[in-house]
């Protein structure tokens, strides 16, 4: 994920990494015909017929931003509301708008000193492993000190902590080419954190004091655009720097490749997923990859429920073409796909001159809502391991569009409260029964999703997701005497609601998204 603020070479690559991704994701869904609703919409349910068990769960990535540092407005509510989800798999990515928070070597060892500092990133860090205690995380420590890659002079970076840069990952290739000094950087920050400390370059012991146990950690993030990394290039550096880290904590798992755009890179899966092309002993735990949908500028706030739901489609097609890839070369591989979102027009725009930053819509919130909720049921049918919502924070000048809090407060927005009620509701171990149609057959209502499912515990439940800002009412056999939780914009930011269900029909409003539990 990334920012656009300034004018400098980095943010107009991602200007152009972002609409790129627009272009890709648009699918011919845009031209379908909309006609009158005159009967609810059936969902009807086989419940004795399973077609697979759940292993997906849902989950959300937070990245290192200013206002999540001690002592802002919104620092407290922004890690309870972290803590209340109580979710796994989530994502944390220090990264390369803000070095001095997410770097912990900023000029290289010389003279017989190093510049290892941890003051400004050990709070956020030890504040989200401190609020994600009793749950997997993923750590990923995105940025590259800038020094180990080969440039005409010495990058800059800001000497204020807060002050965005967009320049620092320059340079294509390193001056170690073995990459043994990119990988003995990670190995000693992943000490710090796990093994009370770690010696430096000349010697020198840094304790921490910090024994936490981390399961996963992700090898760099959207690597064809950070240094543009070939896929022979990452592949070297992810060996490298994987069996550095496993000599300190041998039963760590491993993320790779972080993808941007996985639609337009299928050689970095056909080749990362190649065993062969791996050192020997070098596992493929996890790949990584992300997806964004985004509007085009002249697409006003009612066009974007349209262009969402294509675009989703049309990376769900993506994610079918990796899957056969990953099946193929590496079936015992598992995908995190953790970083799933949207990016507004208006925030395209949040880096030019003179630009006045525009109120959101409580609306998007929702809209945005129903599309993660709908991506987290289709992934959920493929059987992909994690959904990861993006992102706990974002702020006016960093994406405010993909914010699951308040950046004011700190309190939750209606994205937020639909991951709550999925990770309440919905998760492995459930079984994915068949929905069928009605008899006689008639063609499926393409605005209202359902996923139906028995849980662990028993239960029968119905996932709807309303794709279009206007109600819908649907029809659950046997659903009279249940009960139904849902976001929509009534709900707004509050807490999901819950009621029980009268008789079969449920009405669903504007986006809303309702987890439907019978009797």
Known sequence: MTSLTTSARGMESLIDRIKLAAILFLTPNLMSPVSAQEKPVE????????????QTTPTLQVVVNPPLR???LIHDNAFKSLHDLQADYVRYVPWLPYPKLGVAELEPPANGKTSWDFSMIDPMTIDFLEATKGHSVILNFSTIPQWMAKTEKPVAYPADPNQVTWDYTQGTEF????????????????????????TDEFGVRHESGYHYWIPYWEVLNEVEFEHHMTPETYTRLYDVVVTAMQRVQPH?????????????????????????????????????????????????????EYTFFAQADGFLNTVRYIELIRQRLSPETRTTIDEIGAISAEDIAQGEPGHVVKPIPNSYWNLTGAMYAYLFGELTSMGIDVAGESQ???????????????????????????LKLLLDNFGPGDKVV?????????????YIYSLAVVTKSG??????????????????????????????QTTAMDPPASAKIGNQTIKLNGFAVAAVTLP
């Open 43 to 54: 969902v009807i349910v086989n419940w004795d017929k399973v077609a697979r068990v759940s």
């Open 70 to 72: 001690r002592g802002t």
């Open 175 to 198: 001056r170690d080419p073995s990459f043994k000094e990119v990988a003995d950087y990670f190995a000693r920050l992943f000490a710090w954190y796990t093994q009370g400390g770690f």
């Open 252 to 304: 760590t798992k491993f993320v790779g490749m972080a993808l941007a755009l996985p639609g337009q890179n299928p050689r970095f899966f056909e080749y990362f997923l190649d065993h062969k092309n791996h050192k020997p002993g070098v596992p493929l735990d996890f790949i990584s990859y992300h997806f964004y949908a985004v509007p085009t500028a002249d697409q006003s706030t009612e066009v974007q």
């Open 392 to 418: 706990l924070v974002g702020f006016p000048t960093q994406f405010p569009s993909v914010s699951m809090v308040d950046w004011n407060t700190g309190k939750p927005n209606a994205r937020y409260r639909v």
């Open 434 to 446: 068949e929905i069928v149609q009605p008899s006689p057959p008639a063609s499926p209502n393409p």
């Open 459 to 488: 239960k029968r439940r119905v996932l709807l997701v309303n794709k279009r800002n206007r109600p819908f009412e649907v029809a659950i056999p046997n659903a009279a005497g249940g009960h139904i939780n849902y976001v929509d």
